[in-house]
T-cell receptor
């Protein structure tokens, strides 16, 4: 039962444009959300997080938006750079739980 | 602060053998979670340890087990290896499981 879904396996964007990666979840108890970036043969690297008390969190070129009513979050990367090419995972947890649930990832390619 | 380390980085085993993977968390982190990553499956949660206690376990057979030591280092063991166990095994540490998890580089296991 996939509680966190990333329905786009891949995304291609021109350098300098905006990349928007989407993530949907089903469990209304989730209250903490993370985005990770993963290069091949490496472990995921933490990018940005958001708690359910916020609807937006920004860190440099990365902004995460949370729409609790739609159970949807998105990661915006502006401007996109070739070095952003990687697989991006979203993850969610409930404060009362003991694990994070991960999506299946979206492979982002930024074209120079 | 040193990051999460995992040993070995690569491993080749044959069916029926067993394997033990090791994870050293970030200093001060007491929660260690283990994940299996296979192509197209995202990160599947194996189990989480906190202060030497397994607090949560994912939907994996009993062949997968783990433990945590008093210094928070953790090991996972897979017995009677199957071809389908070939994957990247990742561990992540955090100060508590609800907080951001930081991943190690992973151990790539190939079962022949």
């Amino acid at each position: 039962d996939q509680q966190v879904k990333q329905n786009s396996p891949s995304l291609s964007v021109q350098e300098g444009r905006i990349s928007i990666l989407n993530c949907d979840y089903t469990n209304s108890m989730f209250d903490y959300f993370l985005w990770y970036k993963k290069y091949p043969a490496e472990g995921p690297t933490f990018l940005i997080s958001i708690s359910s008390i916020k609807d937006k969190n920004e860190d440099g070129r990365f902004t995460v938006f949370l729409n609790k009513s739609a159970k949807h979050l998105s990661l915006h990367i502006v401007p996109s750079q070739p070095g952003d090419s990687a697989v991006y995972f979203c993850a969610a947890s409930a404060h009362t739980g003991n694990q994070f649930y991960f999506g299946t990832g979206t492979s982002l390619t930024v074209i120079p | 602060k040193a990051g999460v380390t995992q040993t070995p980085r690569y491993l080749i085993k044959t069916r029926g053998q067993q394997v033990t993977l090791s994870c050293s968390p970030i200093s001060g982190h007491r929660s260690v979670s283990w994940y299996q990553q296979t192509p197209g499956q995202g990160l599947q949660f194996l189990f989480e340890y906190f202060s030497e206690t397994q607090r949560n376990k994912g939907n994996f057979p009993g062949r997968f087990s783990g433990r945590q030591f008093s210094n928070s280092r953790s090991e996972m063991n897979v017995s009677t290896l199957e071809l389908g166990d070939s994957a990247l095994y990742l561990c992540a540490s955090s100060s508590s499981v609800e907080e951001t998890q930081y991943f190690g580089p992973g151990t790539r296991l190939l079962v022949l």
